[in-house]
């Protein structure tokens, strides 16, 4: 996916969102970090794994290893791919820092799905953005039922 390229809705199962929404809460004060499990390729996240923000920071996060290592365990056995990754921001807009858009700079990231989730209000803000070729576009995004 290189710059300009047009992506769908990003479409969320109901529970991977709430667990997202659960997860970034429970962080604080720090930002929290996960991973999204969906079919390569794909703009469907069907299961978020939660990780530990290896950085332990408010302001920044890091997925480590221990955190790769519990996506394949939970998404192998499903036949679903990491295809993106979800943090929190506690006191910001729920938009790409110049940290987050340094760190998707890597051809491996290339059509990965950043979530990002706003704590700076009452209410959590959730919202979708590809950060190919150091561009910020923002995926619409849709929550949909479980798939049985």
Known sequence: MGTGTV??????????HLAMLDHAVTG???????????????DHVEVFVPVRNADESAKTYAVGPDGFLAAD?????????????MHSHTHTDPYPSPTDVDAADSPLLVGWHYVIVSLRDTAPMLRSWILDDRTIVETPVEIVADRD
Do not use: K
């Open 7 to 16: 992506r769908g809705v990003l479409r969320i199962a109901r529970t991977a």
């Open 28 to 42: 604080l004060p720090d930002e929290a970090c996960g991973l999204l499990g969906g079919r390569y390729g794909s």
């Open 73 to 85: 365990r939970t998404l192998g056995p499903l036949g679903l791919d990491v295809i993106g990754v």
